[in-house]
């Protein structure tokens, strides 16, 4: 079946502009998951949605950070006011609800802020 | 500091070469390991897990935890071209690690020259 898609592939914007990043999960996966990509950084964990439980924001760099998934499936993630320090590879991973299922990555929006 | 080290490489070695990845990290409460592997403009994709200490064999890949060191590796036998990839490590505090956040290196990135 198909796997994680995202969109755009890739964004340029300028600072001060609002960007919408739009993740596709596997279909039936209940866990979506958000991680930024910066150089020399690995992967930061964002937000994570599991079913209809509040989401975990714990990992929001700040308050322009924003996301949410509507109906259980797709999810966007706004970036509010961007800074140049935003730029990165923003990556959505989805998986099931319970046992030891990976996580499945889809290819990522790169996203530089100019 | 960060809670998971892993050293960024770049490394190359020749194909047909023994190739060992190395992260070490900080917190205890960690349990389950894993490696995942990213070619260029893909997400990740899991490779191995283990669960605390020991070994992991799957083909030409073991993984080993050292929960005393704090210390894990992938070691990849005899290398192919194919094997060139960007090979971050992961680790979570649970049992459920589909559905936890992850913790990840920053990645090392491998190239196996033909």
Redesign the interface.
């Known amino acids: 079946g198909a796997g994680?898609s995202q969109s755009p592939s890739n964004k340029v914007t300028e600072k001060g502009k609002d960007v919408e990043l739009r993740c596709d999960p596997i279909s039936g996966h209940t866990?979506l998951?958000w991680?930024r990509q910066s150089l020399?950084?690995?992967?930061?964990?964002l937000i994570?949605f599991?079913g209809n439980s509040a989401p975990?924001k714990?990992?929001l760099p700040s308050d322009r950070f924003s996301a949410e998934r509507t109906g259980g499936s797709v999810s966007t993630l706004t970036i509010q006011r961007t800074q140049q320090e935003d730029s990165a590879v923003y990556?959505c991973?989805s998986?099931?609800?319970?046992?030891?299922?990976?996580?499945?990555?889809?290819?990522?929006t790169r996203l530089l802020v100019l | 500091q960060k809670e998971v080290e892993q050293d960024p490489g770049p490394l190359s070695v020749p194909e047909g070469a023994i190739v060992s990845l190395n992260c070490t990290y900080s917190n205890s409460a960690f349990q389950y390991f894993m490696w995942y592997r990213q070619y260029s403009r893909k997400g990740p994709e899991l490779l191995m897990y283990t669960y605390s200490s020991g070994n992991k064999e799957d083909g030409r890949f073991t993984a080993q935890v050292d929960k005393s060191s704090k210390y894990i590796s992938l070691f990849i036998r005899d290398s192919q071209p194919s094997d060139s990839a960007t090979y971050l490590c992961a680790m979570s505090g649970g049992a459920n690690f589909g559905n936890e956040k992850l913790t990840f290196g920053t990645g090392t990135r491998l190239t196996i020259i033909p």
Request: charged residues 20%; without cysteine.
């Open positions: 994680v866990a998951y991680y020399g950084q690995g992967l930061e964990f994570y599991q975990d714990s990992g990556l991973a998986s099931f609800e319970r046992g030891r299922e990976t996580q499945y990555f889809g290819p990522g």
